[in-house]
């Protein structure tokens, strides 16, 4: 955490301590109320100590890059400077050096975030706000916005709003955190069943495959990979939650059993075990189609019900299809749509949608709740 602390830092290994805050702004206008302190980021100490920090755990430890918890609370040159930094020290290491900032605000202060190409800022952020769009049109939001239609992915504030990022922007993907509630739990609380229930295992899949056709990186909080819940809890705990540990912010940092790290597979259902090998197949391919994690995305078609996207990079192009309603549909995709003049083929690569190429046209069938990744052939 690199914006705040509770105060009594320990100095650094130069013996450097961070400078604090004063502003009342900086403290919601409460410093009486704000549990710590906020770091005063314009005095020199409060830069050399956390560029230290930045630079110590990857040189002494190895770990290969920052998750910056309310990353709003660092000034854009500092993120910048940090950014750097662990960028450099990573690169006499077989790390990443990745920096991903935690922004839990709307798309406006995202963009801020990253400032411009002139005067950048973050390199990463989470996007939370295409994270709501996902759970509203597949499931419910932890506040109850459920049964949005598929188009609620690529409207301004979601999807649409990464037209006015700047270039150096890499927006990361996540389906949920350890403050959010679970994403089998918002299935439940959307009223769409359980893990007794197909359709809780649907639309899992339908979530995953869309992380998998995402341009930049993306993030599986433990347990999602089996479809994790927590057992008895769907709505929303009232009166002392927190002494329970039972908040929509606590709920989800709970035991799963994931094997082979802590329980046997005869120890989780089936279903449990398939999904996890359907995620599995979906990264592997995400790892050996580079037009699927770097490619350009275009949105090709979405209504009430159907999602398409055209990933392209290079001589590689594919489709992302969803149907995130509970009825079939037919979906005719011409070559004009997708832009390939020279379209003689196509391929599905994974999923559960049926896909016939005609001359020039792809039908693809999908039965409700279905998903799949095709593969455009053409004659080059």
């Given at each position: 955490v690199f914006g705040h602390h509770?105060?009594?830092?320990?100095?650094?290994?130069?013996?450097?301590?961070?400078?604090?805050?004063?502003?009342?702004?900086?403290?919601?206008?409460?410093?009486?109320?704000?549990?710590?302190?906020?770091?005063?980021?314009?005095?020199?100490?409060?830069?050399?100590?956390?560029?230290?920090?930045?630079?110590?755990?990857?040189?002494?430890?190895?770990?290969?890059?920052?998750?910056?918890?309310?990353?709003?609370?660092?000034?854009?040159?500092?993120?910048?400077?940090?950014?750097?930094?662990?960028?450099?020290?990573?690169?006499?290491?077989?790390?990443?050096?990745?920096?991903?900032?935690?922004?839990?605000?709307?798309?406006?202060?995202?963009?801020?975030?990253?400032?411009?190409?002139?005067?950048?800022?973050?390199?990463?952020?989470?996007?939370?706000?295409?994270?709501?769009?996902?759970?509203?049109?597949?499931?419910?939001?932890?506040?109850?916005?459920?049964?949005?239609?598929?188009?609620?992915?690529?409207?301004?504030?979601?999807?649409?709003?990464?037209?006015?990022?700047?270039?150096?922007?890499?927006?990361?993907?996540?389906?949920?955190?350890h403050d959010l509630v679970r994403f089998g739990d918002l299935i439940e609380r959307a009223g769409k069943g359980g893990p007794q229930a197909d359709s809780y295992w649907a639309r899992h899949r339908l979530a995953f495959t869309f992380m998998a056709a995402w341009s930049g990186p993306i993030t599986f909080y433990y347990g999602e990979e089996l479809g994790a819940e927590v057992p008895g809890f769907s709505g929303r705990t009232g009166q002392n939650c927190g002494k329970s540990q039972t908040c929509d912010d606590h709920i989800a940092r709970n035991m799963v059993k994931l094997p082979p790290v802590n329980a046997k597979e005869s120890e989780v259902l089936p279903k449990e075990l398939a999904l996890r090998s359907y995620l599995t197949e979906l990264l592997t391919l995400r790892k050996v189609s580079p037009a699927l994690s770097s490619g350009a995305r275009t949105h090709l078609f979405s209504d009430q019900d159907v999602y398409a996207d055209l990933k392209s990079l290079g001589n590689e192009n594919y489709v992302l299809i969803m149907n995130v309603s509970d009825h079939a549909r037919r979906i005719r995709l011409t070559r004009e749509a997708v832009d390939l003049v020279n379209l003689r083929g196509s391929r599905l690569l994974i999923g559960d949608v049926g896909v016939q190429s005609g001359a020039g046209s792809i039908e693809i069938d999908l039965p409700p709740l279905s998903t799949g990744i095709i593969q455009l052939q053409a004659v080059h």
């Amino acid at each position: 955490v690199f914006g705040h602390h509770k105060g009594g830092v320990p100095p650094s290994p130069i013996g450097i301590v961070p400078a604090t805050s004063n502003r009342v702004s900086d403290y919601f206008g409460h410093p009486e109320n704000y549990p710590g302190q906020v770091v005063d980021f314009d005095q020199p100490q409060a830069r050399a100590f956390y560029e230290e920090v930045a630079r110590y755990w990857i040189e002494r430890f190895g770990i290969d890059g920052w998750r910056l918890d309310q990353a709003y609370q660092l000034p854009n040159p500092a993120l910048a400077r940090l950014s750097q930094i662990v960028e450099e020290a990573a690169s006499v290491r077989p790390k990443s050096g990745y920096v991903v900032g935690e922004i839990w605000r709307k798309a406006d202060d995202i963009r801020a975030a990253y400032g411009t190409s002139e005067a950048p800022g973050l390199t990463s952020a989470f996007d939370f706000p295409t994270r709501y769009a996902l759970v509203q049109v597949l499931a419910s939001d932890e506040a109850g916005t459920k049964d949005r239609p598929a188009t609620t992915l690529v409207e301004p504030w979601a999807l649409g709003a990464h037209s006015a990022y700047p270039d150096h922007a890499i927006p990361n993907l996540m389906l949920g955190n350890h403050d959010l509630v679970r994403f089998g739990d918002l299935i439940e609380r959307a009223g769409k069943g359980g893990p007794q229930a197909d359709s809780y295992w649907a639309r899992h899949r339908l979530a995953f495959t869309f992380m998998a056709a995402w341009s930049g990186p993306i993030t599986f909080y433990y347990g999602e990979e089996l479809g994790a819940e927590v057992p008895g809890f769907s709505g929303r705990t009232g009166q002392n939650c927190g002494k329970s540990q039972t908040c929509d912010d606590h709920i989800a940092r709970n035991m799963v059993k994931l094997p082979p790290v802590n329980a046997k597979e005869s120890e989780v259902l089936p279903k449990e075990l398939a999904l996890r090998s359907y995620l599995t197949e979906l990264l592997t391919l995400r790892k050996v189609s580079p037009a699927l994690s770097s490619g350009a995305r275009t949105h090709l078609f979405s209504d009430q019900d159907v999602y398409a996207d055209l990933k392209s990079l290079g001589n590689e192009n594919y489709v992302l299809i969803m149907n995130v309603s509970d009825h079939a549909r037919r979906i005719r995709l011409t070559r004009e749509a997708v832009d390939l003049v020279n379209l003689r083929g196509s391929r599905l690569l994974i999923g559960d949608v049926g896909v016939q190429s005609g001359a020039g046209s792809i039908e693809i069938d999908l039965p409700p709740l279905s998903t799949g990744i095709i593969q455009l052939q053409a004659v080059h």
